[in-house]
């Protein structure tokens, strides 16, 4: 008696033609951020770049790697069980906000008071680096709780509240900061973005058989030294100076443990990075759920946080991210070869001093194009994968992302003195405008998706559920969750308050409470004119 013979399980290939662009983008983001923070250590700090290229980046380049192996091998799993060849993994690299607000908020000025106590610059800046892994295990440690709860938060939100807080944060940060970026040197930078465009967007075709990012990414940075060194680039250029590449291995430590006294006190700070981490999580989650592919969220969350603290133990102070641009990855073509070359890139690379020389001389207006790209993709996906009614909550939605962006430039364009009076200056024209910024910009993700999640609701008639939204919203900014009153956008305890602080804490919660009272009221008011 014959017996069929069982068809052989379906294996995805491990490298497609998409995969190429998927690697040159992903490297590309992560790239940036790292030039961001060794731009604001040492270019603004002016911490010992050893210790930044040396210490720093080889742990935190091991949790990339670390990360997107296992990407990797989640999206072949789900290629396999779902028999599709066009399963993209979720790209995994360094979160942006959190990682300015690392150098920014606490290394930097961390690094700043251990010198004013009496440290040489040395061992400063080696008690700093031990602080930020002792902030990025406990961002770690606090992901890892919290990420069992991050399906229970996808069924209680609406798409339009997950995906358009992620298209907020996509359009104001990912797209306008780094197009100012791109026209800082208008020829290279626009040329580059042009070429991306096309290659991406217009789905064009270049007579060379090579990756259109790599071609855009190759004339972009020859044409910037070439014409910076004729003279012809834009105002300012100049060679960087290199730092000789040095092998360091992320070997496991235990550094954190002496940093772990210090980064405490950061803690009102270290809790909400690692709280927007998780639901940026969730909504990258459901973001490639809408293109097709449905990782499931717990997964996602705990690879994330293990990867942040794996890069803690090694060395790392940046924590890492599924980035927010998976659907995009996927209109590239890329598969999950793409997240596999990126983790060994990035991973070796780290260790093997690559990534710090090329941080030191890919020119910002070359690296910044592709962030452009992957926002409008992100955006544009938010409107598509949504219901149409849900439109005008979505736009409401972008607005608190419009804050932070504001609150990041002015802190460019004024000094403290003056930032702290703008903030605490009551005219009789109602709260300080710049206040009103401050605490607007101050969990700008949580408040969009509370934001969208009530509207969303009320335009669906559930405004019972949009009064529970409101209530919410209330109660987070009485403990500043949202709208926190304080500079660096740390948790507070209403009965500590006082002066303005105390009057914008109770403001904010007393007019969201009032919201949810009035949807309630008009709840009863509905249901009786149905009986």
């Known amino acids: 008696m014959s017996h069929a013979a069982s068809p052989s399980p379906f294996r995805p290939r491990w490298f497609v033609a998409g995969d190429l662009n998927g690697f040159f983008g992903l490297v590309v983001d992560n790239l940036s951020i790292l030039g961001f923070i060794a731009m604001a250590l040492v270019g603004i700090f002016r911490f010992p770049a050893e210790v930044v290229f040396g210490r720093m980046f080889p742990g935190t380049a091991f949790g990339v790697l670390v990360g997107n192996l296992a990407y990797t091998w989640m999206a072949r799993r789900l290629a396999a069980r779902s028999g599709r060849e066009d399963v993209t993994a979720m790209p995994l690299g360094l979160d942006a906000p959190t990682s300015i607000g690392m150098a920014l908020l606490v290394l930097g000025p961390a690094f700043a008071g251990f010198k004013a106590g009496g440290m040489t610059p040395e061992a400063a800046a080696m008690a700093t680096w031990q602080l930020g892994m002792a902030a990025l295990m406990i961002m770690g440690l606090f992901k890892l709780v919290l990420s069992f709860f991050g399906e229970a938060v996808t069924r209680a939100l609406p798409r339009a509240a997950l995906l358009g807080s992620i298209a907020g944060i996509a359009l104001v940060l990912m797209g306008f900061l780094p197009l ?7 020829v290279v930078g626009l040329l580059t973005l042009g ?3 096309y290659v991406l967007i217009a789905k064009g075709r270049l007579p060379v058989k090579l990756p259109g990012v790599l071609v855009a990414f190759v004339v972009g940075t020859l044409l910037y030294y070439a014409l910076g060194l004729a003279g012809l680039g ?10 000789p590449p040095q092998i360091a291995l992320p070997l496991p430590s235990l550094g954190f443990v002496t940093g772990m006294a210090d980064a405490l006190a950061y803690l009102p700070l270290l809790l909400p990075f690692g709280l927007l981490m998780v639901v940026g999580g969730i909504n990258v989650s459901e973001s490639a759920r809408a293109a097709g592919d449905d990782y499931r969220t717990r997964d996602i969350l705990l690879v994330e946080a293990i990867a942040t603290l794996i890069a803690g133990v090694c060395g790392g102070v940046a924590q890492t991210t599924p980035y927010i641009g998976q659907p995009a990855y996927k209109h590239m073509g890329a598969r999950s070869g793409y997240t596999l070359l990126t983790g060994l890139f990035i991973g070796i690379g780290g260790m093997l001093g690559v990534v710090s020389m090329l941080v030191q001389w890919l020119p910002l207006a070359v690296l910044s194009p592709i ?10 996906q938010a409107f598509q994968a949504t219901p149409h009614r849900h439109a005008g909550a979505m736009v409401l939605g972008f607005l608190p992302s419009v804050a932070y962006l504001l609150l990041i430039k002015a802190h460019g364009w004024i000094g403290p003195e003056q930032f702290v009076a703008m903030t605490t200056t009551v005219n009789g024209q109602g709260l300080p405008e710049m206040a009103v910024i401050l605490v607007l910009g101050n969990g700008f993700i949580l408040t969009a998706m509370l934001w969208i999640s009530a509207v969303a609701a009320m335009v669906d008639g559930a405004l019972r559920r949009a009064a529970v939204f409101w209530a919410v919203a209330a109660a987070m900014t ?3 969750v949202i709208h926190s009153v304080a500079p660096n956008g740390a948790l507070t305890l209403p009965w500590q308050l006082e002066g303005l602080g105390r009057t914008l804490c109770w403001q904010f919660a007393g007019a969201y409470a009032a919201l949810a009272a009035l949807m309630a009221a008009l709840s009863l008011q509905s249901t009786a004119s149905l009986r």
């Open 180 to 186: 100012l970026e791109t026209l800082k040197s208008p």
């Open 234 to 243: 834009a105002p300012g250029f100049k060679l960087p100076e290199l730092v």
């Open 195 to 197: 070429l991306l465009l």
């Open 478 to 480: 009485l403990f500043g």
């Open 371 to 380: 962030i452009v790209y992957v926002a409008i993709d992100i955006t544009t």
